[in-house]
């Protein structure tokens, strides 16, 4: 069946350094993969979107990568703040479907 | 633009009553979604609708689930009867055409459902 893992442990980061978080997928095959944010008591908010056929994508601090070889993608926060915490969930779109499957969420915390 | 709006925020019911959740999408968005998150897991898509159509109801328990989109806009979810396991957020998210892969999805904040 299809699976999607992110880090289920919270990922502790010092301020300033550069969080990275793994979204892995099994018996799927993704046309397309975003990256949302979430805090408490809020509904998730869209961050990047990357296509199958890009390897990278930027916006300001955050980067993307995906990895349809080892079925991956991870996204980076560089230089971290700590209003950078929250709960990142990666989500995954098939062609034709137009049907989001998201992963289970990591949880990072940068501290001061 | 206004974003997505649910109501309510927060319910407490007793097992085996009944609730119902209400959505207002982003206008002009022709696709709304309902997903259901239990604590400390992603969203699960219970259903989604193109315009005033089902396109995937694959997960919805259909014997105490369900919705319906009111005129291609409005959405309510309902639950009857109510079961414990069913404790979670109702999240309701909204997308521009859910034919594009560029589209994106825009949530709102959900409403917290207690089953006691």
């Known amino acids: 069946s299809q699976k999607i893992e992110q880090n289920s442990e919270a990922l502790n980061i010092q301020e300033g350094k550069t969080a990275t978080l793994t979204c892995n997928y099994t018996n799927y095959s993704p046309a397309y993969l975003q990256w949302y944010r979430q805090d408490p008591g809020r509904g998730p908010v869209f961050l990047l979107l990357i296509r199958e056929n890009e390897k990278e994508k930027r916006k300001e601090r955050l980067k993307v990568t995906f990895d349809t070889t080892l079925k991956q993608s991870l996204f980076h926060i560089t230089a971290s703040q700590p209003a950078d915490s929250a709960t990142y969930l990666c989500a995954l779109g098939a062609w034709g479907t137009y049907k989001y499957i998201f992963g289970t969420g990591t949880r990072l915390k940068v501290l001061a | 633009e206004a974003g997505v709006a649910q109501s309510p925020r927060y319910k407490i019911i007793e097992k085996r009553q009944s609730v119902a959740f209400w959505c207002n999408p982003i206008?002009?968005?022709?696709?709304l979604y309902w997903y259901q998150q239990i604590l400390g897991q992603g969203p699960k898509l219970l259903i989604q609708f193109q315009n005033n159509g089902v396109v995937d109801d694959s997960q919805l328990p259909k014997d105490r689930f369900s919705a319906e989109r009111l005129k291609g806009v409005d959405s309510t979810l309902k639950i009857q009867p109510a079961k414990l396991e069913d404790s979670a957020v109702y999240l309701c998210a909204s997308s521009p055409t859910g034919r594009d892969t560029g589209d994106t999805l825009h949530f709102g904040n959900g409403t917290r459902l207690t089953v006691t």
């Open positions: 206008s002009g968005h022709a696709t």
